[in-house]
């Protein structure tokens, strides 16, 4: 597949988008970031406390059940308090993509204002907005986000040559008639 360097995006352009990208969601990246962060040393903390207490646990009131069985008892007494918090661990992790992964959403489908497409549209070159109006299906809808992330991933892939090249294709059907 051969490419003609003008129909491909610029560093420019992909520079371009990347700046938009990070103005827009730059507000989303720190919350989510100090909110992991948080979160983390504050459980860190908890834990700390939770094998803390197991392993303060006397069995010595249980020797009514046999010496054998609080023997096992004070032998498996650390296993069962990390594997506890193993688990307590694994499902706060969940919650935590879960809360990243819900922000991420809400960001990719917030609206961009017309100002900033403007600005945008401004900076980039043809290839890059044909690129972007390819990405950009249901013209019903303002551009989001989304749309902007999308476009600077399709840009990386090689989006703009593979469209210059179906065109080709279609000018070439078009002329070969039945």
Request: aromatic share 8%; net charge positive.
């Amino acid at each position: 597949m051969k490419t003609d360097p003008a129909c491909q995006p610029t560093a420019r352009d992909h520079a371009a988008l990347r700046q938009t990208l990070l103005k827009l969601t730059a507000t989303h990246k720190i919350v989510c970031t100090v909110v992991v962060v948080v979160v983390a040393v504050l459980w860190f903390e908890l834990l700390t406390r939770l094998v803390a207490f197991g392993r303060g646990i006397d069995y010595s009131g249980l020797e009514a059940l046999g010496g054998p069985v609080t023997q096992m008892l004070k032998r498996y007494n650390p296993f069962f308090w990390w594997a506890l918090a193993a688990l307590c661990t694994l499902i706060m992790a969940y919650f935590l993509v879960a809360f990243v992964r819900s922000s991420r959403r809400r960001v990719d489908a917030r609206m961009v204002g017309a100002d900033v497409i403007a600005g945008l549209v401004a900076q980039l070159s043809e290839p890059a907005l044909t690129v972007l109006r390819w990405v950009w299906e249901d013209t019903r809808f303002p551009i989001t986000v989304g749309d902007l992330q999308q476009t600077a991933t399709e840009l990386r892939r090689g989006r703009a040559a593979k469209i210059q090249l179906s065109r080709e294709h279609a000018a070439l059907l078009s002329r070969t008639g039945p």
